[in-house]
């Protein structure tokens, strides 16, 4: 028998959003249809760098902002 894949829940722009246990930062991005290139990612308030979105596992309850910049004149 196989067990099923932990998920969990997030809050990404203060609303809920699941994903598997184990996702990182880039795995969020790419599940919300975003290549990474024109936002800024804070997970808890913190900053995380674009190198270091692969590497940064999400845990439950982790709040999520991503910042879209936006070109204008």
């Known amino acids: 028998m196989h067990e099923m894949p932990?998920?969990?829940t997030i809050q990404v722009?203060?609303?809920p959003h699941t994903?598997?246990?184990g996702s990182?930062?880039?795995d969020l991005l790419a599940?919300?249809?975003s290549d990474g290139k024109?936002?800024?990612t804070l997970i808890n308030n913190r900053i995380v760098?674009?190198?270091h979105r692969r590497n940064c596992r999400l845990e439950n309850g982790d709040?999520?902002?991503i910042l879209i910049f936006a070109g204008g004149g």
Request: charged letters at 25%; hydrophobic letters at 35%.
């Open 6 to 8: 932990q998920k969990i």
């Open 13 to 15: 722009n203060g609303e």
């Open 19 to 21: 994903l598997f246990s």
């Open 24 to 26: 990182s930062v880039n």
């Open 31 to 33: 599940d919300i249809g």
């Open 38 to 40: 024109t936002v800024a």
């Open 49 to 51: 760098r674009p190198e």
């Open 63 to 65: 709040h999520v902002e």
